[in-house]
């Protein structure tokens, strides 16, 4: 009975890393842009994104999720967009919102002296950002950004919300059946998962441990 049960749950865990990996994959960029843009010195720009932010971090995904799934088709009469997809799309916006913060908080930390020594050097905003401040940004939020990865992992079950197929619905499936036991087994395969997840991270915080500042 265990081997069903667990490539059933296999099967599960697979939707929930596509959409852990996807969700990074364009969220992270994103929260770049968010960034720049909430710490820009066009006042409106700024205070739009640092608006949009607030909004996204203070409503619960879960309630993300319904609207941008549902929200097109009953407020504007289009099309519903594939439910992997709103997923994606509800996830990404989140987590970039979130990680936005995080790449501000790392950027404001840097001392202003550090912008003025390159500047003193010649070197142009560009080249100051990307060879003297960036490396030392990601060594800061390090810590922040694997709190909040790691958060992403367990937040992937919210997905069942629009009727997507991850794990955690998996294992429910099984108590029709009068088995408990699986629900309670997905555990395990997040418990690796952010096992894993905090290796990686344990192992990229030595090697940027060169960046005492």
């Known amino acids: 009975m265990f081997m069903p049960v667990f490539l059933q749950l296999l099967s599960g865990f697979e939707e929930t890393v596509k959409?852990?990996?996807l969700?990074?994959?364009?969220?992270?960029?994103?929260?770049?842009?968010?960034?720049?843009?909430?710490?820009?010195?066009?006042?409106?720009?700024?205070?739009l994104m640092r608006g949009f932010v607030w909004i996204i971090r203070g409503s619960p995904l879960m309630l993300q999720l319904i609207i941008v799934?549902?929200?097109?088709?009953?407020?504007?009469?289009?099309p519903a967009m594939p439910?992997?997809?709103?997923?994606i799309l509800a996830f990404s916006i989140n987590y970039a919102c979130y990680f936005s913060e995080i790449y501000r908080g790392g950027i404001e930390s840097i001392s202003q002296g550090q912008y003025e020594a390159g500047q003193v050097l010649g070197m142009?905003?560009?080249?100051?950002f990307f060879k003297v401040?960036?490396?030392?940004?990601?060594?800061?939020?390090?810590?922040?950004?694997?709190?909040?990865?790691i958060t992403l992992v367990k937040d992937t079950s919210l997905a069942r919300i629009i009727g997507?197929?991850?794990?955690?619905?998996?294992?429910?499936?099984?108590?029709?059946?009068?088995?408990?036991?699986?629900?309670?087994?997905?555990?395990v395969?997040?418990?690796?998962?952010?096992?894993?997840?905090?290796?990686?991270f344990g192992w990229l915080e030595k090697k940027l441990a060169f960046f005492r500042g």
């Not at 059946?177 to 629900?183: A, E, F, S, V």
């Not at 395969?189 to 990686?200: K, N, R």
């Open 83 to 87: 439910r992997f997809t709103a997923t």
């Open 69 to 78: 799934f549902y929200g097109p088709g009953l407020l504007f009469d289009l």
């Open 133 to 149: 401040i960036l490396l030392q940004v990601i060594k800061r939020i390090m810590a922040p950004m694997s709190n909040e990865v």
């Open 164 to 187: 997507i197929y991850e794990i955690i619905w998996a294992g429910e499936s099984f108590i029709k059946k009068g088995l408990i036991w699986p629900l309670f087994f997905t555990g």
């Open 23 to 47: 969700t990074l994959l364009f969220s992270i960029p994103l929260g770049l842009a968010v960034c720049f843009g909430s710490m820009s010195q066009f006042s409106p720009l700024r205070w």
């Open 19 to 21: 959409v852990f990996f």
């Open 124 to 128: 142009t905003r560009q080249q100051i």
């Open 189 to 200: 395969f997040y418990l690796v998962f952010s096992g894993g997840l905090t290796l990686i």
